[in-house]
């Protein structure tokens, strides 16, 4: 969650700036966002293979052979490629919020700032980020339910789902492989109660910090 929000808050800084070419970057950024999910995990499963795989091979030329993890075999790198095959997928979707957001901040704060001898970093400290609160809090809340409601990935990657040795095992896997597979429907729904308590919490939150900011104001 937290590289997501961080990368999808780079991008967006980066394609709101006036540059050649900006409408090509922010349709490249934003198309895994509608790739469906199940055909992006088979892609990159293939990606990731240790011995024919091109991530690999890219990392074995540049490391001279000395990096060549097995992703999706280890217990240590498999999370680490789901997160990456996660990011790539949903970082479109929480830059184009963001990039709302940057295009709602008055350009008058930004002259201001410069006026009063701000730079690049203390703009973006002191007007975007403030600027940027409720719009945050919003995309981290997004962020956090579609985290806890993973599930292509860590079914279709592994060569077992959750696997190796329950590494990449989530909320929706369990839930699925408890209710379908081993027809605990009970434990199952008890899951499903726990997962719907954790959203409503995340979006109480959410509402909370909003009203604060609104009274601010």
Do not use: C
Not at 34 to 58: E, I, R
Request: net charge positive; aromatic share 10%.
């Amino acid at each position: 969650m937290p590289v997501q929000t961080g990368a999808a808050l780079a991008l967006a800084v980066l394609v709101n700036r006036r540059l050649r070419g900006r409408l090509f970057f922010r349709t490249v950024y934003f198309l895994p966002t509608v790739t469906v999910m199940a055909v992006a995990s088979v892609v990159w499963k293939v990606l990731l293979l240790p011995d024919s795989g091109l991530v690999n091979g890219v990392l074995g030329t540049l490391t001279l052979g000395h990096l060549q993890p097995g992703w999706l075999s280890s217990t240590s790198w498999a999370m680490p490629a789901i997160v990456l095959t996660s990011v790539w997928q949903g970082v479109g979707f929480q830059m184009v919020i963001f990039l709302a957001g940057l295009q709602a901040i008055p350009a008058s704060l930004y002259e201001a700032a410069r006026v009063d001898g701000a730079g690049a970093w203390q703009q973006f400290r002191h007007v975007t980020l403030p600027g940027l609160r409720n719009t945050m809090v919003f995309v981290i809340n997004v962020t956090a339910i579609f985290a806890f409601r993973l599930f292509d990935q860590v079914y279709m990657m592994p060569q077992f789902p959750g696997g190796p040795q329950d590494s990449t095992r989530t909320m929706m896997l369990q839930l699925l492989q408890t209710g379908y597979t081993r027809r605990m429907i009970g434990q199952a729904s008890a899951i499903a109660v726990v997962f719907f308590l954790f959203v409503l919490a995340v979006t109480l939150i959410q509402r909370r910090l909003g009203r604060e900011e609104r009274a601010v104001r």
